[in-house]
Nanobody
Framework: QVQLGESGGGLVQPGGSLRLSCAAS????????MGWYRQAPGKQRELVAV???????NHSDSVKGRFTILRDNAKNTVYLQMNSLIPEDTAVYYC??????????????WGQGTQVTVSS
């Protein structure tokens, strides 16, 4: 079973920075898509940033210029460097991956979520 292990959330003051990590493990042939979503209380889950098919990173308009998604293909890991955080960034951040297994079937996987709170 593929698993996504997240770390790095926490409480930070406005203007501060955090770095999230997500490592994929298990029977992985290739990772087709990997990135981050977030869900604030009372709101729908939304895309933050993602890598697709080894292409360039895509960032949502709300985080462009402040957040950067990075990847380490050798470690099946993505990072989300979050700078200039604002209270509106407060949410549970979920790692997502679309993975191709050794059977060549693909599956969608989610991490357990990590809380990010931006508050003074």
């Amino acid at each position: 079973q593929v698993q996504l292990g997240e770390s790095g959330g926490g409480l930070v003051q406005p203007g501060g920075s955090l770095r999230l990590s997500c490592a994929a493990s298990g029977p992985i042939f290739s990772i087709l898509t990997m990135g981050w979503y977030r869900q604030a209380p009372g709101k729908q889950r939304e895309l933050v940033a993602v890598f697709t098919d080894n292409g360039p990173a895509n960032h949502s308009d709300s985080v462009k210029g402040r957040f950067t998604i990075l990847r380490d293909n050798a470690k099946n890991t993505v990072y989300l460097q979050m700078n200039s955080l604002i209270p509106e960034d407060t949410a549970v951040y979920y790692c997502y991956a679309k993975v191709r297994g050794f059977s060549m079937r693909t599956g969608d996987y989610w991490g357990q979520g990590t809380q990010v709170t931006v508050s003074s």
